[in-house]
């Protein structure tokens, strides 16, 4: 059974970088499907960040392109966020999730249950 | 504001069926045929329990349904159940600079 943990900070100052880190137990993030992180702002809906496969593509939503990264540690099974430049409108609850794609993105099938980062000024 | 237009909030009794609207454009819904659908409960982790317009994962009963007419796409719940209360969301391929879009979510209450 795959499954996905996020952890990291659950403040982060304002101007400052947002760093959060997905573990997959379950499953080799090696062994295929993409691996992405979606948000939740306070009573909005989901935003897709971005999401990458081992040794193929990287993906970013344009209006977060600028200030995300997505890396991966293989040799711990994990994938981490990077979001620099924070505002109070990075507030939110953080996902990580396995995407299927093929010739696109066709959908997510596993999700973490989330962690609330909140912007502090 | 979302790219995908959903209503905020449907309700329903149970043995009911509602259905929930998720409208965008022909550069997502309606240029693509994936569409997917998740359900939502506060706490847990979002499920997804439509994809690809209307196939239904493993374990998803039938009761729920996804449909796709021009750039709307919808998602029909049947006989509602109170554990059926939950947000759902609709996601689409936008393709290959948008890439990811999603609906504003909208809550379902089982009266």
Redesign the interface.
């Known amino acids: 059974q795959v499954q996905?943990q996020e952890s990291g900070p659950g403040l982060v100052k304002s101007s400052e970088t947002l760093s959060l880190t997905c573990s997959v137990s379950g499953y080799s993030i090696s062994s295929g499907y993409y691996w992405g992180w979606?948000r939740q702002p306070p009573g909005?809906?989901?935003?897709?960040i971005g999401?990458f496969q081992h040794s193929s593509n990287t993906?970013y939503?344009?209006s977060l392109k600028s200030r995300v990264t997505i890396s991966v540690d293989m040799s711990k099974n994990q994938f981490s966020l990077r979001l620099t430049s924070v505002t109070a409108a990075d507030t939110a609850v953080y996902?990580c999730?396995r995407e299927?794609h093929g010739y696109?993105?066709?959908?997510?099938?596993v999700?973490?249950?989330?962690t609330t980062v909140t912007v502090s000024s | 504001q979302?790219a995908l237009t959903?209503p905020p909030s449907v309700s329903g009794s149970p043995g009911q069926s509602v259905t929930i609207s998720c409208t965008g454009t022909s550069s997502d819904v309606g240029g693509?045929k994936?569409v997917?659908w998740?359900q939502h409960h506060p706490?847990?982790?979002?499920?997804?329990i439509i994809?690809?317009v209307s196939k239904r994962?493993s374990g998803v009963p039938d009761r729920f349904s996804g449909s796709k007419s021009g750039n709307t796409a919808s998602l029909t719940i049947s006989g509602l159940q109170a554990a059926d209360e939950a947000d759902y969301?609709c996601?689409s391929?936008a393709g290959s600079?948008?890439?990811?879009?999603?609906?504003?979510?909208t809550k379902l209450t089982v009266l």
Do not use: T
């Open positions: 996905l979606i909005k809906g989901l935003e897709w999401s993906y939503s344009p996902h999730a299927v696109a993105f066709y959908y997510m099938d999700w973490g249950m989330g | 979302s959903q693509y994936y997917s998740y706490g847990k982790a979002p499920k997804l994809y690809d994962p969301s996601c391929f600079y948008r890439y990811v879009v999603f609906g504003g979510g």
